[in-house]
């Protein structure tokens, strides 16, 4: 009985730990600095509407964040198979949690405007997104250009 009680407790403080380890990790958090720096990205997916966009959609480029929640992109988009050169600038808010929204404007060669929500990964390495348009079906997918870096 007694050893049986000594497992049991030790499996309980050991499940102690592990949720206390798991529980610092995070509250460690994320801000807008945590994206500061120049990310690569790809970008994949469809306009559904409007029509006269409607189509497949495919993008790479890069994308800097000042840390301070300002944005600039430049990019190579293929929207159903015309190439275009894109320019970007926009604002990003990241979240405590490491999620984050974007709205970037496109500058050149149309103007448009797009919302994107992120969640970071690989401790502020890279991000995973996708645009929360209305007829958007697009996803992202960043990794810092320096790891470990911020600028």
Known sequence: MKQRFVKI?????LNALALGVAHAQA?????????????????????IKPP???????EVGTQTFDGN???????MLSSNGTILP??????????SDCTGTARLQVLTPFQ????VYFVIDSGGDGFQ????????????VARRLF????I
């Open 147 to 150: 790891p470990g870096r911020a």
């Open 86 to 95: 894109l320019t970007m600038t926009g604002s990003y808010k990241v979240n």
């Open 129 to 140: 997104g996708m645009e929360t348009n209305d007829g958007f079906v697009i996803t992202r």
């Open 9 to 13: 407790l030790a499996i309980a403080v």
């Open 52 to 58: 006269e966009i409607a189509g497949p959609v495919a």
């Open 69 to 75: 929640g300002g944005t600039a992109a430049t990019a």
């Open 112 to 115: 448009a405007e797009i919302d």
């Open 27 to 47: 509250n460690r958090g994320c801000t807008n600095a945590t994206v500061q720096g120049t990310f690569a990205y790809t970008s994949t997916g469809a306009i």
